[in-house]
């Protein structure tokens, strides 16, 4: 085989290999650790590179501060902790929180907003804390923050990984 078309071969077999490869859509994320006190809040930046804490939000503070967040860092997308049972069901937590965002939802049409698993991410943010060397009992704002780091993380994971958009549309 000549050895120009060998070269043409590869070239064209690398550019389907390409196809293969799942989508990324850029644009800044948000993430929400919704609790009964308080919610986590967390973003990352356009390429979804860097999950980081934004702040904490008392939820009485809600329907001020979060469209206020909203407006600040027009996330393309905002994905909410749905904390399910260990089963994997939805229990009167993710009826809450299901409850509680709606209005921001409804208030913010433009922005795609999605539920996600958040089971364990308030474990885990303790316990990196803890490692850390930080008291977290002491540190509950912080948790929500970690949390919704965590929430989104595993996110931009999902959507690295399939293409696809995390968890299920709001």
């Known amino acids: ?27 800044v994320r948000m993430a929400l650790d919704w609790g009964k006190a308080r919610i986590g809040v967390a973003a990352c930046d356009a390429d979804g590179m860097l999950a980081y804490p934004v ?7 809600s329907g001020r501060r979060l469209p206020q967040l909203l407006a600040e860092y027009e996330p393309i997308e905002v994905i909410v902790g749905l904390p399910r049972t260990l089963a994997g069901d939805e229990g009167p937590a993710a009826v809450h929180v299901r409850a509680q965002v709606a209005s921001v939802i409804a208030a913010h049409p ?19 804390l803890r490692s850390a060397g930080k008291d977290a009992r002491r540190q509950r704002a912080i948790i929500d923050q970690a949390a919704a780091v965590a929430i989104l993380e595993q996110a931009l994971a999902v959507e690295r990984a399939t293409g696809r958009a995390p968890g299920e549309p709001a």
């Open 1 to 27: 085989m000549p050895e120009g078309l060998d070269k043409l071969d590869q070239r064209a077999s690398g550019g389907l290999d390409k196809l293969d490869q799942p989508t990324f859509r850029r644009g």
């Open 55 to 61: 702040e904490t939000v008392p939820t009485q503070a």
């Open 110 to 128: 433009a922005i795609s907003w999605r539920f996600a698993d958040e089971r364990l991410t308030t474990v885990d943010a303790g316990r990196r």
